[in-house]
């Protein structure tokens, strides 16, 4: 049985130690709340803010996500959000850092840690994941600045002859380093290996190359002394590329999730919590519900969500940079992330999304 309350930050308790951990991870699936993901790169927020002609300054980023880090009632559904160094190190108007402003709502704070991705020698079109150079450090400061848990992400691209062993491998064996230096430094790692939608790949092939995925970071995992008690997975559902011809049901889309994530994922994993990779949000919704609601044996771990785009795209639409829409945008914030939490529940129902107040 997972408990929902939050352990006491690290510094009243001195050092790591594995309950702690394991308490943490737990308290951050426990439930029916959700990850948000608001830990994009500033160029990645650049892009965003530049698609909708929002300007692309520190200041509106800034105020981006301070609608969002204070949206009221944040907490009914989220149990964790995660950041970007710069957001991590930047305030409220009122002078409050964010991390503080999450911790006073009852959220725990997260930190994106890598330093995203890099062509891999001699792999042509495929991606390594940067960052550990220096890592120790670096989670020693976010751990002072208040983050709890954090995020590492490694792409995998479907093609005809890939990914290849050699993606695969670096890959894994980053993100089991990773993991290994956050459980050290007293943080949860969120090990995000995500296989990209870009493709005409059927779901069928997506089943098998996460599958595959999956097998290799969690032999690494293990090869680096992680404990999966105190670790989350962050996957991708099993999908179709976003160009295969045949697009599967919700429920098929479902059940390949599932049967997939069975035969690779340990029971002893605290969590599972899906990213969006580019879904609409009401699909990704409608499929987590589907996930979460089908008639089946139970399941071993907690499924729940670490959305970005899935729960900010309407709202970042609303605020468009302005701060007389910031209440509106909160609102839809509110709305996307309480339909999350109903399907968590398998509770969802899709007429819902249509109304945001
Ligand atoms: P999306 O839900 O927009 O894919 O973002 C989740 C995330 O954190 C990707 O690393």
Redesign the pocket.
């Known amino acids: 049985m997972t408990t929902s309350a939050l352990p006491a930050p690290l510094s009243s308790l001195g050092a790591p130690s594995m309950p702690h951990l394991v308490s943490t991870a737990n308290a951050l699936v426990a439930g029916d709340k959700g990850l948000l ?1 608001i ?1 994009e790169s500033i160029p990645t927020c650049n892009r965003r803010f530049a698609r909708l002609g929002i300007a692309q300054t520190e200041q509106n980023r800034r105020a981006y996500r301070e609608l969002i880090v204070t949206t009221p009632r944040l907490a009914d559904s989220i149990s964790g959000v ?1 950041l970007c160094d710069e957001t991590i190190r930047q305030h409220t108007t009122d002078g409050d850092p964010f991390a503080t402003v999450l911790m006073n709502a009852g959220i725990a704070p997260g930190i ?1 840690v890598d330093r995203g991705t890099q062509p891999m020698a001699g792999h042509s079109g495929e991606r390594v994941t940067e960052g550990l150079d220096g890592l120790r450090e670096r989670l020693t400061q976010y751990v002072a600045l208040g983050a709890r848990f954090a ?1 590492w ?1 490694a792409v995998f691209t479907i093609g005809e002859t890939l990914p290849s062993r050699g993606c695969v491998q670096a890959n894994a064996h980053a993100l089991a380093r990773y993991a290994a230096l956050c459980q050290e430094a007293g943080l949860v790692p969120v090990v ?1 290996p ?1 296989i990209l939608m870009t493709g005409e790949h059927t779901v069928t092939r997506c089943g098998a190359v996460t599958e595959d995925v999956l097998r290799e970071v969690f032999s690494q995992l293990h090869t680096q002394g992680v404990a999966l008690e105190g670790t989350l997975l ?1 996957a991708n559902m099993v999908l179709p590329g976003s160009a295969c011809p045949i697009q599967p049901t919700v429920e098929t889309v479902a059940e390949a999730t599932i049967s997939c994530l069975r035969r690779v994922v340990p029971a002893a994993v605290a969590g599972i919590v899906f ?4 879904q609409s949000g009401d699909l ?1 919704t409608t499929r987590l519900n589907a996930i979460n609601a089908a008639d089946r044996q139970p399941l071993p771990w907690p499924v729940g969500f ?5 729960i900010q795209q309407p709202a970042l639409t609303i605020w468009g940079g302005q701060d007389t829409n910031a209440d509106g945008a909160q609102s839809a914030i509110r709305h996307r992330a309480q339909n999350n939490q109903d399907a968590r529940r398998g509770e969802y129902a899709r007429t819902t999304v249509l109304a945001p107040t």
């Open positions: 993901a830990d995660i994106k995020k992400r995000e995500e962050k990213l969006s990779g580019g990704a670490s959305f970005g785009r899935a």
